[in-house]
C-alpha cells in the first residue's frame, strides 16, 4: 500500500487514466463488443441478413418529395440503432478530454513521419468500431489535444472503415469479393487518405478551438469529467440531429440510386459522391447495397457504397468540422469520394 501510495503521489494523474480505460471498455463492451459478438453468431448460423436498408424506412423511395414524415420516421430508426454508441462516444470523449493527461495522448499518437502516425490513429479506431458519426466527439478531442491530422483522421476514418465486426458480417452474408474490396480500399483510405490529407493541409490545431487536457501532474475531477460531458452534448448533439432530420427529409432525393439509375458510369460518380454524404448506422452498408444489387444496380456502383456509406456523412462532417478546419474535412472527403470510385472498379475486377 505504502507503495502504491509513492507511486501515486509521483503520477497523480494515473487514477483518471485508470477510470477513462475503465469507461471505455464498459462503454464498448455495451455498446459495440457484446451485441456485435452476438450479432456474428446469429450470422453465421442463418448467414442471411434480417431487415431492409434505413433508406427505405416509412415506405420513402428514390425520387420522393421532401416531408416531415420522412424526416421523422429516418431520425427515430437512426437514433433507435445509435443511440448507445453515441452514449459511450460521448462518455470516452469526456474521459480523454478531463482524465487522460495530453502528453500521454500525444505519446500513443504522435509519430514523426505521417504515415506512422495513420497507422496509429487506424488501430486505434479498430476496437472501437463506430459509425462515423459516433466516432466524431472522440477525434474531436483527439483533435483539440494536438494529435497530429494524419493520426486523427486516420482514427475518424478507421472506426467505419477498419470495423472488424462488419468485416465479419460481409464474410458470413456477402460474397468474398465484397469484404475484400472493402478491406483493401479501406485499410488504403485510412492510411493512404490520412497521410494525403496531413500532406494537403495545415496540421496545426487552430487555437479557438485548441483545448488541452490534464496535465500529467494533475489529478482526476469528476466536476470537471461533468461539465466536459455537457459540453460536448451541447455543442454537437443538436447541430448532428438536425442534418439527420434534414437528410431523413430529402431522402428521396439525396439517394437517388434505383429506378433508372442504375449502370453506367454515371451512377459510379452519384455512388461515391452521395455515399460520402448519406448517414448510416454501423453495418448498415450492407442491406442497403444488398437489395440495391438485387434491383439490379451495377457492381461498380456497389463496390463505390461499399466504401462510402459508412465513411463519412455530412452529420460527422457538421460535428468534426470546426475543430479540424473545413480545409482538412473538405479534404478528407474527397479522398473518400476518390476510395470509392477505387472500390468502384475493384469489385468488378474481382467478379471477373
Given at each position: 500500500m505504502a507503495e502504491a501510495s509513492v507511486q501515486q503521489r509521483k503520477h497523480p494523474a494515473m487514477p483518471g487514466v485508470?477510470?477513462?480505460?475503465?469507461?471505455?471498455?464498459?462503454?464498448?463492451?455495451?455498446?459495440?463488443?457484446?451485441?456485435?459478438?452476438?450479432k456474428a453468431h446469429g450470422l453465421a448460423t442463418t448467414h442471411t441478413w434480417a431487415g431492409s436498408g434505413i433508406f427505405g424506412v416509412g415506405g420513402v423511395q428514390p425520387g420522393d418529395a421532401p416531408s416531415w414524415s420522412a424526416a421523422t420516421s429516418f431520425t427515430s430508426a437512426y437514433?433507435?440503432?445509435?443511440?448507445k454508441a453515441l452514449v459511450a462516444a460521448l462518455l470516452i470523449s469526456a474521459a480523454l478530454?478531463?482524465?487522460?493527461?495530453?502528453?500521454w495522448l500525444?505519446?500513443?499518437?504522435n509519430r514523426r513521419r505521417p504515415v506512422s502516425a495513420a497507422v496509429a490513429g487506424g488501430l486505434a479506431a479498430t476496437p472501437s468500431m463506430m459509425c462515423t458519426c459516433c466516432a466524431a466527439p472522440v477525434a474531436?478531442?483527439?483533435r483539440r489535444n494536438g494529435v497530429p491530422t494524419a493520426a486523427v483522421v486516420a482514427y475518424w476514418l478507421g472506426n467505419p472503415l477498419l470495423n472488424p465486426a462488419v468485416l465479419v458480417f460481409l464474410v458470413f452474408v456477402a460474397?468474398?469479393?465484397w469484404t475484400l474490396t472493402r478491406l483493401v480500399v479501406g485499410a488504403a483510405v485510412v492510411v493512404g487518405g490520412a497521410v494525403l490529407v496531413a500532406r494537403l493541409t495545415d496540421r496545426r490545431v487552430p487555437e479557438e478551438v485548441a483545448v488541452p487536457g490534464p496535465a500529467a501532474d494533475e489529478a482526476p475531477s469528476l466536476r470537471r469529467y461533468l461539465g466536459a460531458l455537457l459540453r460536448l452534448v451541447l455543442t454537437l448533439v443538436p447541430e448532428y440531429l438536425v442534418v439527420v432530420m434534414l437528410i431523413g427529409a430529402f431522402r428521396g432525393w439525396l439517394f437517388p440510386l434505383g429506378g433508372d439509375l442504375r449502370s453506367g458510369l454515371l451512377v459510379v460518380v452519384v455512388a461515391a459522391i452521395v455515399g460520402t454524404l448519406m448517414v448510416i448506422p454501423t453495418a448498415g452498408e450492407i442491406p442497403i447495397v444488398q437489395g440495391l444489387v438485387l434491383a439490379g444496380l451495377s457492381l461498380g456502383a456497389a463496390g463505390a457504397l461499399l466504401v462510402t456509406l459508412p465513411?463519412?456523412?455530412?452529420?460527422?462532417i457538421a460535428m468534426v468540422g470546426r475543430t479540424f478546419g473545413w480545409r482538412v474535412t473538405t479534404a478528407t472527403a474527397a479522398v473518400v469520394v476518390a476510395g470509392g470510385l477505387v472500390g468502384a472498379a475493384l469489385l468488378p475486377a474481382l467478379n471477373l
Open positions: 485508470l477510470v477513462a480505460v475503465a469507461v471505455a471498455i464498459a462503454g464498448l463492451l455495451w455498446a459495440k463488443w457484446w451485441p456485435y459478438q452476438a437514433l433507435r440503432a445509435i443511440w478530454q478531463t482524465l487522460v493527461p495530453r502528453t500525444l505519446r500513443v499518437l474531436v478531442t483527439l460474397p468474398w469479393q465513411a463519412v456523412s455530412l452529420p460527422g
